[in-house]
């Protein structure tokens, strides 16, 4: 199995001969495809370039200090509507939706017996003008339903959040909306970009994005409940400092055939557009990767 680790080592290595072989001279640039990715390597820096969910170009410089990913990508296979991963002696899987008040009435048996095992339910949502923090209003008969038809369930917090006390405040809502259910799962931390409108967020800088996040994953760790990062590329490679966001598990979202990310993640949302038995309209739909034991 390839591993993001093994090439990475072999980037440097690669990277490294090639300074001691110039002596003295102007090093080259090499570029090779890996992993449906194009990556250079430009004297000490690695570039990957990858493709937005609009299907944008866009460079990012590898961040070595990060944790890499060991899958195999190639292991990502679809069928009809379902992700699976072919390599079981490393990794198993099971398959989740996301689900918020826009889905309406979910029949959530009907989604167990899809083959559907877990659920991830928004709780709350801060809005991107006035940033007033609201509960998402069928977050409770998910809640309810989804536990009922024996999924396990862990819920999400859309976050617009612009400092770090917004960021307790998100967490603190989620909390106190979970308190009286069963979950087991994670609790997600979920900002994001407005893409087609103005947002209170423009402004943040990654870095004060990186301490929100740091902020809502220590609040909801303190109460006992296990803290997931909702990510795609872009927050990636211009947003999070990863480094800092060690001690968390990631919820990545990509919609390409393969996940596009070098880094690690423990949940991938492969599909924004899925068809289930159960739900009205598209879903989304996720894997996640569990090592085998």
């Given amino acids: 199995m390839k591993t993001w680790k093994r090439i990475l080592a072999v980037l440097l290595c690669v990277s490294s001969v090639a300074v001691m072989a110039a002596c003295g001279t102007k090093e080259t640039a090499t570029t090779k495809t890996e992993d449906n990715l194009t990556i250079t390597t430009d004297g000490d820096k690695t570039i990957v370039t990858f493709v937005d969910a609009l299907g944008g170009s866009h460079e990012m410089t590898l961040n070595s200090e990060a944790e890499m990913m060991d899958y195999d990508k190639n292991s990502f296979v679809k069928d009809g509507e379902k992700m699976t991963y072919t390599d079981s002696s490393n990794y198993t899987y099971r398959l989740g939706v996301d689900v ?77 909306n979970i308190k009286k259910y069963d979950i087991t799962g994670s609790v997600v931390y979920d900002p994001e970009s407005i893409l087609d409108a103005e947002s209170r967020t423009d402004g943040v800088t990654g870095e004060q994005f990186t301490k929100n996040t740091i902020a809502f994953c220590e609040k909801v760790k303190a109460a006992g409940y296990t803290p997931l990062v909702y990510s795609n590329m872009m927050w990636e490679a211009y947003q999070f400092d990863l480094t800092q966001l060690s001690a968390y598990d990631f ?25 289930v038995p159960g739900i009205a309209g598209s879903a989304d739909l996720n894997i996640q990767m569990i090592p085998a034991r």
């Fill in 251 to 275: 919820w990545y979202a990509d919609y390409e055939d393969q996940p596009q990310t070098p880094y690690n993640f423990t949940y991938w949302q492969y599909a924004e557009d899925g068809s």
């Fill in 100 to 176: 918020s008040e826009h889905q309406g009435d979910i029949d959530w048996k009907q989604v167990k017996d899809a083959g559907y095992e877990f659920a991830i339910i928004r709780v709350a949502y801060r809005g991107y003008t006035e940033g007033g923090l609201s509960s998402d209003a069928y977050y409770e008969q998910n809640i309810k339903g989804a536990l009922a038809a024996g999924l396990e369930v862990g819920v999400y917090v859309f976050s617009q959040a612009i400092n770090e006390t917004e960021a307790e405040e998100e967490a603190q809502l989620a909390l106190d």
